[in-house]
């Protein structure tokens, strides 16, 4: 991760942490503070409540660093619970409103979302204020030419994560470096 910053790559930590008090406030300082695994953003888990995140949340900020939390994820299992009612509205629309007032309140940009590619139903982001990660774009069956305006997404708000679909490439450096340009042509319309 070091050698990537130090290159100017932006590091983004699939850890999907969520927890409650010191071990969360440990998670924080790992992976947003001033650590060796500290990442530009990481994923988090709010299945613990929303509000078990404010110490990753207020570390993420306080080191201008991103925060993604897991809202609509592209694994079946996951539908049971993010589709749940919670007062009249799905769980995951219920942690998109939650992650958007948390950039009322820090700022746009810091906190983001993570949405299947391949979903069909999708929360309502118009009002996110911060990026969305979209796993699932080539090998899990998610389209670029579908994600355009994905949950009401303004132009440049999708990031969409393409990893197998590169890499099965391989091992060929020049073919996975070409099946990445090609993935990224394919996308370059969401940077509206």
């Known amino acids: 991760m070091a050698s990537l910053r130090d290159a ?37 888990s709010p299945y613990l409540g ?6 990753l949340l207020d570390s993420a ?15 079946p299992e996951g539908a ?14 219920l942690i998109v409103d939650q992650a958007a007032a948390a950039n009322r ?19 309502d982001l118009s ?5 969305v990660l979209v796993p699932g774009v ?12 994905l949950g009401g997404a303004a132009p440049g708000q999708l990031l969409p994560a393409v990893s197998r679909d590169v890499l099965r490439a391989g091992p060929d450096v020049a073919a996975v ?3 990445g340009e090609r993935m990224r042509d394919a996308v370059a319309y969401l940077a509206g």
């Open 177 to 179: 470096h070409a099946a």
């Open 61 to 75: 900020a306080a080191h201008g660093r991103g925060v993604f939390v897991l809202a609509a994820t592209s694994n």
């Open 105 to 123: 309140e820090v700022g746009p940009g810091t906190v983001g979302v993570v949405v299947g590619a391949t979903l069909t139903e999708v929360p």
């Open 127 to 131: 009002a996110l204020g911060g990026p």
């Open 138 to 149: 080539g090998f899990q069956g998610g389209r670029p030419d579908a994600l355009g305006g």
């Open 8 to 44: 100017g790559v932006l590091v983004l930590a699939d850890a999907k942490r969520g927890d409650i008090g010191s071990t969360m406030a440990a998670y924080a300082a790992a992976w947003t503070g001033d650590s060796p695994l500290a990442a530009d953003a990481v994923t988090a």
């Open 80 to 93: 049971s619970v993010q589709r749940a009612d919670a007062a009249g509205r799905p769980v995951a629309q």
């Open 50 to 55: 929303f509000g078990s995140l404010q110490p």
